[in-house]
């Protein structure tokens, strides 16, 4: 199968130049190394009224065709449009919401058609900075202090570290501005379901009774921390909650890494500096419902609740 080629206006010249000759179709065909139906295409769409074909003429009006021949933006159907800003109202981020839309059965969005809308302004209302987790800035590397475990990451069971059920958390704090309080997070290693609460300050005496508030009606069965100096009273913790605390290696964020990446999703509402002794009980548990709703790739695009109630229907 020969490889497909416009016409140049040499190509033309020569094609009207046989013509004159009365050279057939195919025998002009293969002089110029072409189909004989796109000599045959070339000529129905290029002769003027009276049947004649002239090189300069053709040339022009391939010139025109190829300026109007562009392709329709995808985001002028609105339907497409309608379902990305449903999306970014609910802070889905693009490639969450090019994955629902292939799911529905539709097909042609991609996330990197999202990214470029919102790049190129075409999103009325809607920008990066408002509307997505990351607001363009990079995350910064994040300081431990240390404290002294009985069990380590290192010894957590395989069932914890294949996350084959669920009950094991990764446990963190998100603090405010010097004073604001701090947000007590748990993240369920298999079905990366959330949980938080918000306490005034981060001692280890308002961070332990915390664990209970947050994680009440949960069958906790591991919870990996890091070795920040608010969890010193893990052994009371141990014995309220009748579990086992492991904690990670001192500086390795990304041994808690559901942990990590749901932190980063909450500081999107709370921002750094936010005071939470003024965030209520409402807008907190708003927030959580929201992420907890939100299609995840990690599970096939299903949110958190949405694994669970099908991990428990099947």
């Not at 002769?47 to 009006?61: H, I």
């Not at 906790?220 to 913790?237: A, H, M, R, W, Y």
């Amino acid at each position: 199968m020969q490889s497909y080629n416009h016409f140049t206006l040499k190509d033309r010249e020569c094609l009207s130049e046989n013509l004159k000759d009365g050279k057939t179709l195919r025998e002009i065909a293969e002089k110029l190394n072409k189909n004989v139906s796109s000599i045959s295409r070339e000529l129905k769409r290029n002769k003027d009224e009276f049947g004649q074909y002239y090189p300069s003429e053709a040339e022009s009006s391939y010139a025109n065709r190829r300026k109007i021949c562009i392709r329709k933006p995808l985001l002028s159907d609105n339907k497409i449009y309608d379902f990305i800003c449903v999306g970014l109202d609910k802070f889905w981020s693009p490639e969450a919401i090019s994955a629902r839309w292939k799911q529905s059965g539709a097909k042609g969005l991609s996330h990197a058609t999202i990214y470029n809308a919102l790049k190129n302004k075409i999103l009325v209302g809607y920008t990066a900075k408002k509307h997505l987790r990351r607001r363009g800035r990079r995350k910064k590397p994040l300081n431990y202090a240390t404290i002294k475990p009985i069990h380590t990451i290192h010894q957590r069971p395989m069932a914890v570290e294949m996350r084959e059920r669920l009950g094991d958390l990764e446990g963190d704090t998100v603090y405010g501005g010097i004073g604001k309080g701090v947000l007590l997070t748990f993240v369920d290693r298999k079905s990366r379901k959330l949980y938080a609460v918000c306490r005034p300050n981060r001692s280890s005496d308002t961070i332990k009774k915390a664990f209970p508030a947050a994680l009440e009606g949960v069958d906790v069965k591991s919870i990996t921390l890091d070795n920040g100096p608010e969890f010193v009273e893990f052994l009371e913790i141990e014995k309220q909650l009748k579990t086992t605390i492991y904690f990670a290696d001192p500086y390795s964020p990304w041994q808690r890494g559901s942990n990590e990446n749901m932190n980063g999703i909450l500081r999107f509402f709370f921002p750094k500096g936010c005071d939470f002794k003024f965030v209520t009980d409402e807008r907190l548990q708003y927030v959580v419902d929201l992420i907890n709703n939100r299609p995840r790739k990690c599970l096939g695009w299903l949110s958190p609740l949405e694994f669970i109630s099908y991990k428990c229907c099947t």
